[in-house]
């Protein structure tokens, strides 16, 4: 019995593949944030700019740092966290964007 | 080979204060990763920097004793009331009863040999000291020790010439050791549970502990970034606070208390976790409501992270930050009051004992109840703006950190220092010390409320004559107050000499796993794994009860 | 599996060695969170001034660091993969690139940062302290967050220099090899910080 059977339990290795598939992909929202700040979408430049970083991000915890393959707990850990960041920035913005 | 098997495994069942390991004597403690170790290390030191801190407010409510000069000057007055309030909060309550009585007992309640990461609860020890060694050499130390409070308030931090790059840095080390202690409690938590041990079978004080874990994971690493601003705001000027560079000094005040207002529930659940422990012993009854005290822990590490600016509220907010953070502020009140009602349930109709852990428990509810609902009072925008900056704060706040945190970690002692040293107190001395600390608190503490709603200002060094009948009787309070701590030391470590041996696994009559093994546990707490069928509070109840119970 | 087995691996538990990492990755998270907070409210209360303030820095500088970031990303990634398929010499070589570029991230942040320098532009400079006060602040966050940014880009070096001679000495290995994930979380965590530092600072002229 091999102990990476008992220790890492519900770990499949991935195949090198999808990980440069991945970094294009990264590379290609690298070159889009890029591009869309040239143009001038006003207001919209920022909100755009968020959006894909937050897809790079998300793809970057998915499948370099395994969170797609790891247990619920992990899942809902990254859950609690990226909440306690939000709703701390949202009741921060009370104070700000009102009078 | 199988004889060096059992050897391992017998070493491992020798008494903790005697087992050999790798190193021997004062090394022995001091590098050991066992969490028993670790967590009297914690003790010592606690106790000790506790006493440094009651030195320093017996110093303060001294010089409010008269009206003006009394011992020491303005300048010396403003360094007490910093360094009693970073040690005490830093160095007291925060690691309190988590790196003491959570080191020792979180992982015998779970049925755990160990934390899940050994080397970094002994790294997170290490870190405490050093902590505590910069805040005690910012003493001596030309420039001379903070005089900020222990806010670090800006821009005042910015400007004064005294060792707040100093304090700041020690407090963002004892921060880290806060972290790493919330990380090896959450992970041991959710791996180490021993088999059957499931999240409700769980003892209640590792519910507290581990709603608490996740306020030090997720709360202090903002204060750790504020405090490194402060740093390097004073060596660079980069002026992200300083308002003369454009920054924004109530935007500190945020990041301040996004951190410091969960912090004190860091302070308080794992306290509310030792009064869920110890009310169903000594009542002799199932707690009342288990999954309501386990999610109202939740509840409010949750709540409790969402009413930071109530610390604001005349600092210039916003008037719908003002209004929401207010709102926010009565929610979390809820969970509190759950608990309490629990713990009263628990009480009607058990066959109570008086031990000392259980006075200590029931002076928490009392002190605590007090305490939260003074807390109440000032959520209210109205009230607040007239209580703002004056002693009903600080007695609000003593009353919650010390009557609620103190008295808990006092109960703590009470309840499983026997147990930790096998060794046991003279009880009528411990009820004697429990009187005095008892009486001497309110003494000291209740006529801040008084004065504080006749409008006397906190962290003021002289005051008005009225109020001088209110600072004497504060002041005399101190002292029956610091009588009874010094009985309650002596008792304790005098039990730790010579007192009475105890070859009771069972002292109190608890049902949770610290009372199945031996006082002192062994280095691996169990002689075998054990696997857990029954709930923690699973008391046998009588005929009569039990036929009601079938009707 | 014998009882000297069970002895020597009575504490493993890879999955709980990941988990605390995550927890700890979550603190690095909110240290820059607070950062992430502060230059949110200076940029809402100073719009116009941060869009100024931005144009002196060099998108192409950013962009090229993003990229080099990113394929170190992926290197590391790949160590791991590599580590798992039992493939030791490949492993070694993708954490070698990986340092390599990292590396290179801070020579060209050393380089960027000396421009400004050069410019007379740091915390406390005349020519800083002149401008309006939403500029100030632009480079004071400037400053403090690629500034922390990259002493955890040198911290990761060391970490992964580390894991390079641990995999070496067989210490890491096909069977055992959570250390090296935890120091490629770590990396990765790196990476999703500067994922969102450089569109906030380079890309709003």
Known sequence: MSNSDIHNSGHQPHGYG?????????????????????????????TTALFVASIKSYLVLKIFMHLGAEQKAFKIFVIVALFFIVISFVLLFSDYSFI | ?????????????????????????????????????????????????????????????????????????PQTYNAFFTLHGVIMIFLFVIPGLPAVFGNFFLPIMIGAKDVAFPRINLLSWWLYIVGGIMVIISILLPGGPADTGWTFYIPYSVRTGTNVIFTGLAAF????????????????????????????????????????????????????????????ERVLGVGLFDPALGGDPILYQHLFWIYSHPAVYIMIVPAMGVVS????????????????IAFSSIAIALLGSLVWA????????????????????????????????????????????????????????????????????QGALSVDIHLTDTSFIVAHFHYVMFGGTGFGIFAALHYWLPKMFGRMYNKKLAKVGFWFLFVGFNTLYFPLFVMGWLGMPRRYYDYLPEYSIYHQISTVGSWILI?????????????????????????????????????????????????????????????????KEVK | MSAQDHVIHAHRDDVGARMGMWLFLFTELLLFGGLFFIYSVYRFINQEQFHLAAKELNPIIGTFNTIILLTSSLTMALAIAAIQKKNKGL?????????????????????????????DLFPGSEVLLNKP?????????????????????????????????????????????????AAGLYWHLVDIIWIFLFPLFYLIT
């Open chain 2, 173 to 232: 080390i004892l921060g880290f050791s806060s972290i790493l202690t919330g990380i090896n409690f959450v992970t041991t938590i959710h791996r180490l549970r021993a088999p059957g041990m499931g999240w409700f079978k769980m003892p209640l004080f590792s519910w507290a502990l581990y709603a608490t874990a996740w306020i030090q994971v997720l709360a202090t690493p903002i204060i750790g970034i504020t405090l490194l601003l402060i740093v390097v």
């Open chain 1, 18 to 46: 999808i990980y440069f598939l991945v970094w294009l992909a990264l590379l290609a929202l690298t070159a889009l944030t890029v591009t869309v700040a040239g143009l001038d979408f006003g207001a919209l430049t920022v």
């Open chain 3, 91 to 119: 492993s070694i070589f993708f954490q070698l690139i990986t340092i390599l570029l990292a590396f290179g991230f801070l020579i060209n942040k050393f380089f960027e940062w000396r421009v400004k320098l050069h410019h």
């Open chain 2, 1 to 73: 080979m199988s004889t060096l098997v059992s050897n391992i495994s017998n070493n491992g069942h020798t008494n903790y204060l005697d087992y050999k390991g790798k190193h021997d004597g004062l090394k022995g403690w001091i590098f050991s990763t066992d969490h028993k170790r670790i967590g009297i290390l914690y003790l010592i030191a606690l106790l000790s920097f506790f006493a440094v801190g009651v030195s320093f407010g017996f110093l303060i409510r001294l010089e409010l004793l008269t009206i003006g000069k009394t011992i020491v000057e």
């Open chain 3, 133 to 181: 006060k939403g500029e100030i602040l632009f480079y004071g966050l400037y400053y403090v967050m690629t500034g922390l940014h990259g002493l955890h880009v040198i911290i990761g070096i060391v970490l992964i220099a580390f894991m390079t001679r641990l995999t070496i000495k067989n210490i890491i290995n096909q069977d055992s090899y959570v250390k090296l994930e």
């Open chain 2, 310 to 377: 109530h610390h604001m509220f005349s600092s210039g907010m916003s008037s719908t930050a003002q209004f929401v953070f207010s709102l926010l502020t009565f929610l979390v009140a809820i969970p509190s009051a759950i608990k309490v009602f629990n713990w009263t349930a628990t009480l009607y109709k058990g066959s109570i004992q008086l031990d000392p852990p259980m006075l200590y428990a029931l002076a928490f509810i009392f002190l605590f109840s007090i305490g939260g609902l003074t807390g109440v009072v």
């Open chain 2, 277 to 292: 422990e110890i009310i169903p012993v000594f009542a002799r009854r199932t707690i009342f409501g288990y999954k309501f």
């Open chain 2, 483 to 547: 009588l009874g701590l010094i009985f309650i030391y002596y008792n304790l470590i005098r039990s730790l000499i010579s007192g009475q041996k105890i070859n009771d696994k069972n002292i109190w009559g608890g049902e949770t796993l610290e009372w199945q093994i031996e006082s002192p546990p062994i280095h691996d707490n169990f002689h075998e794994i054990p696997k857990v069928t029954s709930g923690p509070y699973e008391y046998k109840m009588n005929d009569e009860e039990l036929e």
